[in-house]
Protein backbone atom coordinates (compact mmCIF):
# COMPACT_ATOMS: atom_id res chain seq x y z
CA UNK A 1 0.00 0.00 0.00
CA UNK A 2 0.99 3.44 -0.75
CA UNK A 3 2.92 4.51 2.35
CA UNK A 4 1.13 8.06 2.94
CA UNK A 5 -2.26 5.88 2.63
CA UNK A 6 -0.74 3.56 5.38
CA UNK A 7 -0.42 6.57 7.32
CA UNK A 8 -3.83 7.95 7.00
CA UNK A 9 -5.33 4.57 8.05
CA UNK A 10 -2.93 4.71 11.13
CA UNK A 11 -3.56 8.12 12.03
CA UNK A 12 -7.91 7.81 11.13
CA UNK A 13 -7.94 4.89 14.40
CA UNK A 14 -6.22 7.73 17.06
CA UNK A 15 -7.99 10.86 16.32
CA UNK A 16 -7.75 13.02 19.84
CA UNK A 17 -9.25 16.58 20.72
CA UNK A 18 -6.91 19.50 20.78
CA UNK A 19 -3.81 19.97 22.38
CA UNK A 20 -4.86 16.83 23.53
CA UNK A 21 -2.88 15.06 19.95
CA UNK A 22 0.04 13.17 22.38
CA UNK A 23 -0.11 9.93 20.27
CA UNK A 24 -0.37 11.65 16.71
CA UNK A 25 2.61 13.78 17.99
CA UNK A 26 4.16 10.52 18.85
CA UNK A 27 3.24 8.80 15.56
CA UNK A 28 4.53 11.74 13.84
CA UNK A 29 7.51 11.97 15.44
CA UNK A 30 8.20 7.91 15.19
CA UNK A 31 7.69 8.99 11.18
CA UNK A 32 10.42 11.74 10.84
CA UNK A 33 12.37 9.40 13.23
CA UNK A 34 12.51 6.80 10.67
CA UNK A 35 13.14 9.19 7.58
CA UNK A 36 17.69 9.48 6.63
CA UNK A 37 18.61 12.16 9.28
CA UNK A 38 21.14 14.08 7.69
CA UNK A 39 18.50 16.85 6.09
CA UNK A 40 15.67 16.92 8.50
CA UNK A 41 15.34 18.67 11.93
CA UNK A 42 13.04 18.94 14.10
CA UNK A 43 10.99 20.50 17.18
CA UNK A 44 7.49 19.72 19.57
CA UNK A 45 5.41 22.94 20.37
CA UNK A 46 2.69 21.64 22.55
CA UNK A 47 1.49 18.69 20.93
CA UNK A 48 2.31 20.05 17.69
CA UNK A 49 5.83 19.39 15.71
CA UNK A 50 8.07 21.82 13.28
CA UNK A 51 9.74 20.22 10.76
CA UNK A 52 12.54 21.26 7.89
CA UNK A 53 14.41 19.65 5.43
CA UNK A 54 17.19 21.36 3.81
CA UNK A 55 17.01 22.05 0.36
CA UNK A 56 20.19 22.00 -1.98
CA UNK A 57 20.48 25.41 -2.33
CA UNK A 58 18.48 26.53 0.30
CA UNK A 59 17.69 30.01 -1.00
CA UNK A 60 14.01 29.81 0.45
CA UNK A 61 12.12 28.19 2.82
CA UNK A 62 8.65 26.79 1.47
CA UNK A 63 5.91 26.07 4.29
CA UNK A 64 2.92 23.44 4.67
CA UNK A 65 1.01 23.20 7.28
CA UNK A 66 -1.37 20.12 8.42
CA UNK A 67 -3.67 20.65 11.13
CA UNK A 68 -3.83 17.07 13.32
CA UNK A 69 -6.96 17.20 15.65
CA UNK A 70 -9.89 15.11 15.73
CA UNK A 71 -13.77 15.78 16.52
CA UNK A 72 -16.25 14.89 19.63
CA UNK A 73 -18.31 12.55 17.37
CA UNK A 74 -18.64 8.87 17.23
CA UNK A 75 -17.72 7.74 13.98
CA UNK A 76 -20.13 5.72 11.89
CA UNK A 77 -18.36 4.77 8.78
CA UNK A 78 -17.79 0.99 9.59
CA UNK A 79 -14.38 1.01 8.08
CA UNK A 80 -11.95 -1.10 9.01
CA UNK A 81 -9.46 0.94 10.35
CA UNK A 82 -12.04 3.14 11.88
CA UNK A 83 -11.55 4.82 15.59
CA UNK A 84 -10.42 3.34 18.29
CA UNK A 85 -11.23 5.99 20.74
CA UNK A 86 -14.67 5.94 21.42
CA UNK A 87 -16.66 8.96 20.93
CA UNK A 88 -13.90 10.45 18.59
CA UNK A 89 -13.32 10.76 15.08
CA UNK A 90 -11.19 12.36 12.14
CA UNK A 91 -14.29 13.47 10.71
CA UNK A 92 -13.54 16.39 9.20
CA UNK A 93 -10.32 15.04 7.12
CA UNK A 94 -7.27 16.14 9.50
CA UNK A 95 -5.73 12.98 9.40
CA UNK A 96 -5.93 12.85 5.19
CA UNK A 97 -4.00 16.46 5.82
CA UNK A 98 -1.45 15.09 8.45
CA UNK A 99 -0.75 12.06 5.89
CA UNK A 100 -0.25 14.58 2.95
CA UNK A 101 2.45 16.06 4.95
CA UNK A 102 4.19 12.91 5.87
CA UNK A 103 3.90 11.69 2.52
CA UNK A 104 5.15 14.60 0.88
CA UNK A 105 8.09 14.99 3.91
CA UNK A 106 9.42 11.47 3.50
CA UNK A 107 9.61 12.06 -0.69
CA UNK A 108 11.35 15.89 -0.08
CA UNK A 109 13.53 13.56 2.34
CA UNK A 110 14.80 11.28 0.31
CA UNK A 111 14.30 13.61 -3.10
CA UNK A 112 15.45 17.36 -2.08
CA UNK A 113 14.02 20.13 -3.56
CA UNK A 114 15.95 23.43 -4.64
CA UNK A 115 14.44 25.30 -1.13
CA UNK A 116 14.18 24.39 2.04
CA UNK A 117 10.55 23.06 3.56
CA UNK A 118 9.30 23.62 6.36
CA UNK A 119 6.20 21.04 7.29
CA UNK A 120 4.10 22.23 10.63
CA UNK A 121 2.07 19.43 12.18
CA UNK A 122 -0.32 22.12 14.03
CA UNK A 123 -2.79 20.95 17.08
CA UNK A 124 -6.06 22.32 17.99
CA UNK A 125 -7.59 23.79 14.66
CA UNK A 126 -10.96 23.01 16.04
CA UNK A 127 -10.70 24.45 19.16
CA UNK A 128 -9.06 26.79 21.01
CA UNK A 129 -6.57 27.36 18.33
CA UNK A 130 -3.30 26.01 17.51
CA UNK A 131 -1.91 28.27 14.87
CA UNK A 132 -1.75 31.08 16.85
CA UNK A 133 0.37 30.06 19.81
CA UNK A 134 2.38 27.85 17.00
CA UNK A 135 3.54 31.00 14.78
CA UNK A 136 3.77 33.27 18.02
CA UNK A 137 6.40 30.97 19.42
CA UNK A 138 9.94 31.49 19.70
CA UNK A 139 10.64 28.58 17.67
CA UNK A 140 8.44 29.92 14.67
CA UNK A 141 11.36 32.01 13.81
CA UNK A 142 14.31 29.00 13.38
CA UNK A 143 10.85 27.37 10.95
CA UNK A 144 9.78 30.93 9.40
CA UNK A 145 8.61 30.08 5.65
CA UNK A 146 8.81 33.04 3.22
CA UNK A 147 5.58 31.35 1.55
CA UNK A 148 2.86 29.27 3.17
CA UNK A 149 0.57 26.34 2.12
CA UNK A 150 -2.02 24.51 3.56
CA UNK A 151 -4.88 22.82 2.52
CA UNK A 152 -8.70 21.29 3.44
CA UNK A 153 -10.46 18.21 2.03
CA UNK A 154 -13.77 18.70 0.26
CA UNK A 155 -16.50 16.36 0.03
CA UNK A 156 -18.09 17.78 -2.89
CA UNK A 157 -15.45 17.77 -5.38
CA UNK A 158 -14.15 15.10 -6.78
CA UNK A 159 -10.79 13.71 -6.72
CA UNK A 160 -8.11 15.90 -9.24
CA UNK A 161 -10.06 19.09 -8.08
CA UNK A 162 -8.41 21.81 -6.40
CA UNK A 163 -10.34 25.21 -5.67
CA UNK A 164 -9.48 28.06 -3.82
CA UNK A 165 -9.68 32.30 -4.51
CA UNK A 166 -7.59 34.90 -4.41
CA UNK A 167 -8.47 36.83 -1.15
CA UNK A 168 -11.12 35.68 1.38
CA UNK A 169 -11.42 32.21 1.43
CA UNK A 170 -12.60 31.63 4.86
CA UNK A 171 -14.44 33.88 6.98
CA UNK A 172 -13.53 35.14 10.60
CA UNK A 173 -14.61 32.65 13.41
CA UNK A 174 -15.17 33.53 17.54
CA UNK A 175 -17.67 31.46 19.50
CA UNK A 176 -19.84 32.40 22.22
CA UNK A 177 -20.96 30.84 25.18
CA UNK A 178 -23.86 32.03 27.39
CA UNK A 179 -24.78 31.07 30.87
CA UNK A 180 -28.14 32.78 31.98
CA UNK A 181 -28.87 32.55 35.90
CA UNK A 182 -32.24 32.83 36.93
CA UNK A 183 -34.71 31.31 40.32
CA UNK A 184 -36.11 28.06 39.78
CA UNK A 185 -38.75 26.63 41.25
CA UNK A 186 -42.18 25.09 40.53
CA UNK A 187 -43.53 24.75 37.29
CA UNK A 188 -46.82 25.99 38.38
CA UNK A 189 -45.70 29.28 39.79
CA UNK A 190 -43.88 30.87 37.61
CA UNK A 191 -44.26 34.16 38.99
CA UNK A 192 -42.05 32.92 42.14
CA UNK A 193 -39.56 32.05 40.08
CA UNK A 194 -37.25 33.91 37.20
CA UNK A 195 -37.80 31.35 34.22
CA UNK A 196 -34.12 31.15 32.34
CA UNK A 197 -36.08 29.06 29.43
CA UNK A 198 -38.09 31.79 28.43
CA UNK A 199 -35.27 34.53 28.68
CA UNK A 200 -32.75 31.49 26.71
CA UNK A 201 -35.69 31.52 24.02
CA UNK A 202 -36.10 34.99 23.51
CA UNK A 203 -32.31 35.68 23.31
CA UNK A 204 -32.01 33.18 20.64
CA UNK A 205 -34.65 34.87 18.72
CA UNK A 206 -32.54 38.27 19.08
CA UNK A 207 -29.43 37.28 18.03
CA UNK A 208 -30.68 36.29 14.64
CA UNK A 209 -31.77 39.70 14.20
CA UNK A 210 -28.04 40.91 14.25
CA UNK A 211 -26.98 39.62 11.19
CA UNK A 212 -30.77 40.44 9.42
CA UNK A 213 -30.56 44.12 10.95
CA UNK A 214 -27.37 44.96 12.02
CA UNK A 215 -25.20 43.96 9.21
CA UNK A 216 -24.20 45.83 6.26
CA UNK A 217 -26.74 43.58 3.48
CA UNK A 218 -23.71 43.56 1.31
CA UNK A 219 -22.08 42.13 3.53
CA UNK A 220 -22.14 37.85 4.59
CA UNK A 221 -22.06 37.18 8.34
CA UNK A 222 -23.96 34.15 9.86
CA UNK A 223 -24.70 33.92 13.92
CA UNK A 224 -25.45 30.04 14.79
CA UNK A 225 -26.47 28.80 18.34
CA UNK A 226 -25.20 25.04 18.18
CA UNK A 227 -25.94 24.03 21.84
CA UNK A 228 -29.04 24.51 23.96
CA UNK A 229 -29.59 23.28 27.48
CA UNK A 230 -31.49 23.82 30.40
CA UNK A 231 -33.61 22.27 33.12
CA UNK A 232 -33.86 18.97 35.08
CA UNK A 233 -37.51 17.74 34.54
CA UNK A 234 -40.76 19.19 32.70
CA UNK A 235 -42.75 20.38 35.99
CA UNK A 236 -39.61 22.27 37.30
CA UNK A 237 -38.35 26.03 36.12
CA UNK A 238 -34.99 26.20 34.87
CA UNK A 239 -32.29 28.14 37.43
CA UNK A 240 -29.83 27.80 34.85
CA UNK A 241 -29.58 28.28 30.98
CA UNK A 242 -26.91 27.35 28.46
CA UNK A 243 -26.43 28.49 24.91
CA UNK A 244 -22.77 28.24 22.75
CA UNK A 245 -22.62 29.54 19.42
CA UNK A 246 -20.53 30.11 16.85
CA UNK A 247 -20.10 34.22 14.94
CA UNK A 248 -19.12 34.07 11.27
CA UNK A 249 -18.18 37.42 9.12
CA UNK A 250 -16.56 36.98 5.83
CA UNK A 251 -15.35 41.28 6.61
CA UNK A 252 -13.30 41.38 9.64
CA UNK A 253 -14.81 44.64 10.29
CA UNK A 254 -18.27 43.09 10.94
CA UNK A 255 -17.12 40.49 13.38
CA UNK A 256 -16.57 43.64 16.04
CA UNK A 257 -19.94 44.65 15.11
CA UNK A 258 -21.46 41.27 15.95
CA UNK A 259 -19.99 41.16 19.55
CA UNK A 260 -20.97 44.65 19.99
CA UNK A 261 -24.53 43.40 19.61
CA UNK A 262 -24.36 39.93 20.93
CA UNK A 263 -22.76 42.07 24.28
CA UNK A 264 -25.76 44.68 24.37
CA UNK A 265 -28.87 42.16 23.37
CA UNK A 266 -27.32 40.34 26.40
CA UNK A 267 -27.78 42.88 28.80
CA UNK A 268 -31.12 43.89 27.29
CA UNK A 269 -32.71 40.05 28.38
CA UNK A 270 -30.81 40.82 31.33
CA UNK A 271 -33.23 43.90 32.01
CA UNK A 272 -36.24 42.90 30.55
CA UNK A 273 -36.41 39.32 32.17
CA UNK A 274 -34.43 39.63 35.43
CA UNK A 275 -31.96 37.17 34.92
CA UNK A 276 -28.24 37.83 35.12
CA UNK A 277 -25.94 36.72 31.90
CA UNK A 278 -22.50 35.39 31.68
CA UNK A 279 -20.84 36.09 28.10
CA UNK A 280 -17.60 34.59 26.99
CA UNK A 281 -16.44 34.91 23.77
CA UNK A 282 -13.66 32.68 22.67
CA UNK A 283 -10.41 32.55 20.46
CA UNK A 284 -10.93 34.78 17.34
CA UNK A 285 -9.81 32.86 14.38
CA UNK A 286 -9.20 35.72 11.52
CA UNK A 287 -10.49 34.92 7.87
CA UNK A 288 -7.86 32.78 5.63
CA UNK A 289 -7.01 35.56 3.29
CA UNK A 290 -5.11 34.36 0.07
CA UNK A 291 -2.33 36.09 -1.33
CA UNK A 292 -3.38 36.91 -5.15
CA UNK A 293 -0.13 36.33 -6.35
CA UNK A 294 0.06 33.36 -4.73
CA UNK A 295 -2.70 32.20 -5.93
CA UNK A 296 -1.94 33.21 -9.14
CA UNK A 297 0.77 31.34 -9.79
CA UNK A 298 -0.01 27.94 -7.71
CA UNK A 299 -3.45 28.05 -9.74
CA UNK A 300 -1.80 28.28 -12.91
CA UNK A 301 0.30 25.30 -12.28
CA UNK A 302 -2.90 22.81 -11.41
CA UNK A 303 -4.26 24.04 -14.39
CA UNK A 304 -1.51 22.54 -16.13
CA UNK A 305 -1.72 19.17 -14.24
CA UNK A 306 -5.64 18.97 -12.74
CA UNK A 307 -8.99 20.75 -12.73
CA UNK A 308 -8.75 23.66 -10.99
CA UNK A 309 -12.32 26.06 -9.75
CA UNK A 310 -12.21 29.56 -8.59
CA UNK A 311 -14.88 29.02 -6.02
CA UNK A 312 -16.87 31.17 -3.81
CA UNK A 313 -15.61 32.41 0.08
CA UNK A 314 -17.17 30.09 2.49
CA UNK A 315 -18.12 30.63 5.96
CA UNK A 316 -16.03 27.79 7.06
CA UNK A 317 -13.31 29.14 9.93
CA UNK A 318 -9.76 28.21 9.99
CA UNK A 319 -6.96 29.12 12.05
CA UNK A 320 -4.74 28.88 9.23
CA UNK A 321 -6.17 32.88 8.74
CA UNK A 322 -3.82 33.35 11.57
CA UNK A 323 -0.41 31.98 9.85
CA UNK A 324 -1.56 34.00 6.16
CA UNK A 325 -1.82 37.36 8.38
CA UNK A 326 1.50 36.70 8.99
CA UNK A 327 3.33 34.74 5.86
CA UNK A 328 1.87 35.40 2.31
CA UNK A 329 0.66 31.76 1.13
CA UNK A 330 -3.08 30.40 0.64
CA UNK A 331 -5.23 27.71 1.59
CA UNK A 332 -7.39 25.88 -1.27
CA UNK A 333 -9.96 22.79 -1.32
CA UNK A 334 -8.53 18.98 -2.08
CA UNK A 335 -11.57 17.25 -3.52
CA UNK A 336 -11.55 13.51 -2.24
CA UNK A 337 -15.09 12.79 -3.65
CA UNK A 338 -17.51 11.95 -0.52
CA UNK A 339 -20.74 14.20 -1.93
CA UNK A 340 -23.27 11.96 0.41
CA UNK A 341 -21.10 13.32 3.36
CA UNK A 342 -19.79 16.37 5.12
CA UNK A 343 -17.27 17.35 6.64
CA UNK A 344 -18.22 17.17 10.97
CA UNK A 345 -20.35 14.08 9.89
CA UNK A 346 -20.19 10.40 11.58
CA UNK A 347 -19.73 8.90 8.03
CA UNK A 348 -17.34 11.04 6.35
CA UNK A 349 -15.19 8.57 4.20
CA UNK A 350 -12.96 10.23 1.85
CA UNK A 351 -11.72 9.37 -1.28
CA UNK A 352 -7.92 8.02 -0.16
CA UNK A 353 -7.20 8.17 -3.96
CA UNK A 354 -6.88 12.08 -3.29
CA UNK A 355 -3.49 11.34 -1.22
CA UNK A 356 -1.43 10.53 -3.76
CA UNK A 357 -2.75 12.83 -6.13
CA UNK A 358 -1.75 15.91 -4.17
CA UNK A 359 1.49 14.54 -2.81
CA UNK A 360 2.83 14.26 -6.23
CA UNK A 361 1.10 17.62 -7.39
CA UNK A 362 2.71 19.39 -5.04
CA UNK A 363 5.93 17.43 -5.03
CA UNK A 364 6.06 19.01 -8.51
CA UNK A 365 5.24 21.88 -7.46
CA UNK A 366 7.30 22.31 -4.67
CA UNK A 367 10.45 20.99 -7.18
CA UNK A 368 9.48 23.12 -10.51
CA UNK A 369 7.19 25.54 -10.35
CA UNK A 370 7.32 27.77 -6.59
ZN1 LIG B 1 -13.51 21.02 11.12
ZN1 LIG C 1 -10.92 20.90 9.35
Given at each position: ????????????????????????Q????????????N????????TG???????????????????????P????T???F???????????????????????L??????????????L?????????G?????????????????????????E?P???????P??????????????????????????????????????????????????P????????G??E???R?????????????????N???????E???R????????S??????????N????????????????S???????????D?????????????????????????????G?H????????E?????????D???????
Open positions: MEYAIEMRRELHKIPEPGFKEFKTAFILDQIRSYPERVSYDTFEVFVRVKGLTGNRTIGYRADIDGLIEEAGLPCSEHPGFMHACGHDVHTSIALGLRRIVELPVMDDVVFFQPAEEGPGAEPMIKSPLFEKYRPSEMYGLHVAPYVGTIASRGVLFASAREVHITIYGQSGHAAFPHLTIDTVVAQAALIMQLQTIVSRSINMNCSVITIKVAGIENVIAGRALLDGTMRALGNDMEKLQRVEIVRGIEAFGVKIDLQFGRYYEVVNDPNVVNKFSFVKMNANYVECAAMTGEDFGFMLKEIPGMMFWLGVNNATSLQPTLNPDEAIPFIIHLLHYFREYV
